[in-house]
């Protein structure tokens, strides 16, 4: 079946500590990003990634690291978390091309205290 | 920041009426795309419409792009209780490469 895979699904955790979620796709898919969601705000763009080792910030990527070292995976890196970072997070995939859309993952509901 | 606003925020229909939301935006697009998402889970994508498109269907939806009015709606037709969940419009912008997503329109069709 055709996915992406987030994990892991929630995720509660203490300030600074570094933690990663990571994001796996099996469609062969070029691009990738990371998206948080917040009542309100609606979905903001962290990170995408248009091949790999090509990686590039969004609208909010203060606080967050990314690599893309193979095609299939995309992790999001914090590295000291906070909370104004608690969250929901989702990762995606498309093709290069843009008459399709994008393929999301099931999200990380991330709790810093 | 945002790309698309949703109108209206919220919408609470009987089964079987059809529900029409609009989405208006700011700049040039490649595309405009509608996603479904139920209760905090991920987003389904429903329909993509290329800027030289005016109107596309798929199944029960209907959706149309007014370049000249940077605005977009979705129709769905003949609606069902499963249909409950927040709809967002998201624009692929033109020389850029990412989605910018609306605030959504939370839609509720009570059986």
């Known amino acids: 079946e055709a996915q992406v895979t987030q994990n892991p699904r929630y995720l509660i955790t203490v300030t600074g500590k570094k933690l990663t979620v990571t994001c796996s796709q099996n469609m062969n898919h070029e691009y990738m990003s990371w998206y948080r969601q917040d009542p309100g705000l609606g979905l903001r763009q962290i990170y995408y990634s248009m091949n790999v080792e090509v990686t590039d910030k969004g609208d909010v990527p203060e606080g967050y690291k990314v690599s893309r070292k193979e095609k299939r995976n995309f992790p999001l890196i914090l590295e000291s978390p906070s909370p104004n970072q608690t969250s929901l997070y989702f990762c995606?995939?498309?093709?290069?091309?843009?008459?399709?859309?994008?393929?999301f993952g099931s999200g990380t509901r991330l709790t810093v205290v | 920041s945002q790309q698309g606003e949703e109108d209206p925020q919220a919408l609470s229909i009987q089964e079987g009426e059809n529900a029409t939301m609009n989405c208006s935006y700011k700049?040039?697009?490649?595309?405009l795309q509608w996603y479904r998402q139920n209760s905090g889970r991920g987003l389904v994508h429903l329909i993509l419409?290329?800027?030289?498109?005016r109107e596309k269907h798929s199944g029960r939806l209907r959706v149309t792009l007014d370049t000249s009015k940077k605005s977009s709606s979705l129709l769905i037709t003949a609606s069902r209780a499963a249909d409950t969940a927040s709809y967002f419009c998201a624009t692929d912008r033109t020389g850029a490469n990412n989605l910018f997503f609306g605030t959504g329109t939370r839609l509720t069709v009570i059986p």
């Open positions: 419409i290329r800027s030289n498109e």
């Open positions: 700049t040039s697009i490649n595309n």
């Open positions: 995606a995939s498309r093709t290069s091309s843009d008459r399709e859309g994008y393929t």
